[in-house]
Nanobody, 120 residues
Framework: QVQLVESGGGLVQTGGSLRLSCAAS????????MAWYRQAPGKERELVAA???????YYTDSVKGRFTISRDDAKNTLSLQMNSLAPEDTAMYYC??????????????WGQGTQVTVSS
């Protein structure tokens, strides 16, 4: 089974940037949707951004214009460029893969998560 490993999280000040990466142990081209989720303490896990194999993308409203999802099936990687970070972006970020639809994907596999903390 394909495994997903996230990296790139850390502590950043408000207004800063981070780039999260997700490396798959096998081919990602078989997954219709690859996505980033996040979960803040005391809150439910939410879909942040998603990408389908042929390039369509989805972003939750709160990150539109600030985050960019990139998928490279040739390299079996998924990335999330996060700019203009705010304290409300603080959460554990998870990479996931599975079937669509893109707005409400059905993850079949998850990474272990990477922590993003934005200080005010």
């Amino acid at each position: 089974q394909v495994q997903l490993v996230e990296s790139g999280g850390g502590l950043v000040q408000t207004g800063g940037s981070l780039r999260l990466s997700c490396a798959a142990s096998g081919s990602t081209s078989s997954f219709d949707v690859m996505a980033w989720y996040r979960q803040a303490p005391g809150k439910e896990r939410e879909l942040v951004a998603a990408s389908r194999t042929w390039g369509s993308r989805y972003y939750t409203d709160s990150v539109k214009g600030r985050f960019t999802i990139s998928r490279d099936d040739a390299k079996n990687t998924l990335s999330l460029q996060m700019n203009s970070l705010a304290p409300e972006d603080t959460a554990m970020y998870y990479c996931a893969a599975g079937p669509g639809p893109i707005q409400t994907p059905i993850p079949r596999i998850w990474g272990q998560g990477t922590q993003v903390t934005v200080s005010s």
